[in-house]
């Protein structure tokens, strides 16, 4: 049994043990409660869902407390992440969520919950990112031969996504408009099909995870990946930000978050748990083995950043004309 007390905004935890005498020093660090549900706003088997339980038993290991993973899917993500926004502000509520919950999401649908507001920016731990591919049928062997050859055939070309709104799709419109070129959007009902799509020539470029499986088999022409920096995995695939092109988003975040109005204490040890968990190559592996980059991201950092990307898709999904 932990009895914890509140000394000075600090939280201090005495383990009564046989005899009175206090834990070892291999004990685990304190927690204000016996029981966190780590909400995971997606089916079960998914990236989110694997990264979701790979964090959950991380802190467990770190924290006198047991971390209890709950799937909660439905929405895009946004069920779930409204059930942590309302959920119990004590520390026993956290929510690994992707950034697309949080910045674009709410524009789409009235989600229920202000994503700025009624969550708070633990840390980010990984990011999933995505790679910009051409059909083999297309006569391009780079960025900027694609790029020309879009210009010189204004509106002919075709890309696909999961559907309209969807993180693919925003990415995608988000990187013609900078760079200048027109083509035209076919939706389809899921990533497989998007990709076969591309093999098939039907359509001649994606903007999406699903496509790195055929980048290693060499059957697309990769072009670019979001971001500023190449991918150390694929590093003969130049980043759109080397390109001249840094606005343009397009990788996913997996972040750890919480009820606003969480004690700041058991949210900052929760975010230096996890900086030392990144810092780690055992962390970072088991990450890898997940199929997604391991990142850490300040809370601070984070918040920033998630306020600067809610404000820009608001503008880009306005000037698309996409509604609720």
């Known amino acids: 049994m932990n009895i914890f007390v509140r000394i000075g905004g600090g939280l201090l935890g005495a383990a009564l ?22 909400i995971v706003p997606y089916a079960p088997g998914g990236s989110g869902d694997i990264v979701g ?77 995505r790679a910009l591919v051409a059909s083999k049928s297309l006569p391009v062997n780079n960025f900027e031969e694609f790029v020309a050859y879009a210009k010189e055939h204004p509106g002919e070309l075709n890309y696909g996504s999961v559907g309209v709104g969807s993180t693919g799709h925003i990415a995608t419109v988000d990187m013609l408009r900078a760079v200048g070129i027109e083509a035209n959007h076919i939706p389809y009902s899921g990533a497989a099909q998007v990709v076969q ?28 990946v979001p971001g500023i920096e190449r991918l150390p995995e694929y590093p003969d695939i130049p980043s759109l930000g080397e390109l001249g092109f840094e606005s343009i988003r397009g990788t996913g ?51 920033q950043a998630l306020k600067e990307e809610y404000d820009h898709y608001s503008t880009l999904l306005t000037e698309m004309g996409v509604k609720k």
């Open 253 to 303: 975040l997996q972040m750890v978050m919480a009820p606003a109005g969480t004690p700041a204490e058991v949210l900052a040890a929760v975010e230096a748990a996890l900086k030392a968990s990144s810092e780690t190559e055992e962390f970072k592996e088991t990450l890898r083995r997940a199929n997604v980059n391991p990142r850490f991201i300040s809370s601070e950092e984070l918040s």
């Open 197 to 224: 799509a591309v093999l098939s020539g039907d359509i001649q470029f994606m903007l999406d995870a699903a496509a790195f499986a055929q980048v290693k088999q060499g059957t697309v022409t990769p072009l670019a």
């Open 17 to 38: 043990v046989s005899g009175g005498l206090m834990a070892s020093a291999a004990a685990k660090d304190p927690y204000p409660v016996d029981t966190v549900t780590m």
């Open 53 to 129: 339980r790979i964090v959950a038993d991380e802190l467990g290991k770190k924290f006198d407390a047991t971390f209890v993973v709950e799937n909660v899917g439905g929405g895009s993500g946004t069920i779930g992440a409204e059930r942590a926004a309302r959920g119990a502000a004590d520390g026993s509520i956290l929510l690994l969520a992707g950034n697309a919950i949080i910045t674009t999401a709410p524009h789409l649908s009235d989600v229920g919950f202000d994503p700025i507001a009624d969550l708070k920016a633990v840390a980010n731990v990984s990011e999933a990112p």
